[in-house]
């Protein structure tokens, strides 16, 4: 299936690229103003920011003109199967290099993760309300959504940094997955394979 490139699809494809561009753009403005060679390293890095966009479709122009978008049709179980191959090697690869990180790394939380943390630990115990927090969670309700999914699981497992760990890990590996089907059919297997290696 093939999603049809109507004006919504261009407009919410427009919209999304303003966003991207303006995150990165704030990311970039957000380097430490107060050094002597602000304006070199914002230079240096809207150049290679620049870069790297070239190069991305500089990379697209030979898969182009080799079509091989066309050989990766629906149609083609070859296609299929490799394609499954190269999805659970992508993931099997991510999950990997997590699970090292995780047990390889010291990890402390610190500032909003340790926030979620303890907010998380007294959602399992029951013991929220009696707590400060309740005020600052009045105050800032975003806060409560992911220390309640981790709070179910601190139920099962009890309250551990490295439960919390693995909880990322799993959401993050499919988010990863997410943005391969979404790429996938809005432009095709191709498309999604880059957005998930990506």
């Not at 490139?5 to 957000?30: P, Q, R, T």
């Not at 990890?107 to 630990?121: G, H, N, Q």
């Not at 013991?127 to 009045?138: H, K, M, N």
Request: net charge positive; with cysteine; proline share 5%.
């Amino acid at each position: 299936m093939r999603a049809r490139k109507n004006w919504f699809v261009y407009l919410a494809l427009l919209l999304f690229e303003g966003g991207m561009a303006f995150a990165l753009y704030s990311g970039i403005s957000a380097l430490p103003n107060l050094t002597a060679n602000f304006y070199l390293r914002f230079g240096g890095a809207l150049c290679v920011c620049t870069a790297l966009v070239f190069l991305v479709r500089g990379a697209g122009l030979p898969v182009k003109k080799l079509k091989a978008a066309g050989r990766l049709q629906p149609e083609d179980p070859r296609a299929r199967r490799a394609e499954g191959v190269v999805v659970a090697a992508v993931l099997a690869l991510s999950a990997a290099l997590r699970i090292y990180a995780i047990t390889q790394l010291p990890i402390e939380p610190s500032t909003d993760f340790l926030t979620y943390y303890r907010i998380a630990k007294m959602l399992a115990e029951g013991t929220l309300s009696a707590s400060g927090y309740s005020g600052y969670i009045a105050e800032f309700p975003h806060i409560i959504g992911f220390p309640f999914i981790l709070s179910l699981l601190f139920r099962i497992t009890g309250p551990s940094v490295q439960a919390g760990l693995y909880l990322n890990m799993t959401l993050s590996l499919a988010s990863a997955y997410l943005v391969y089907r979404i790429a996938r059919t809005l432009s095709g297997r191709l498309a999604g394979l880059i957005a998930l290696v990506a």
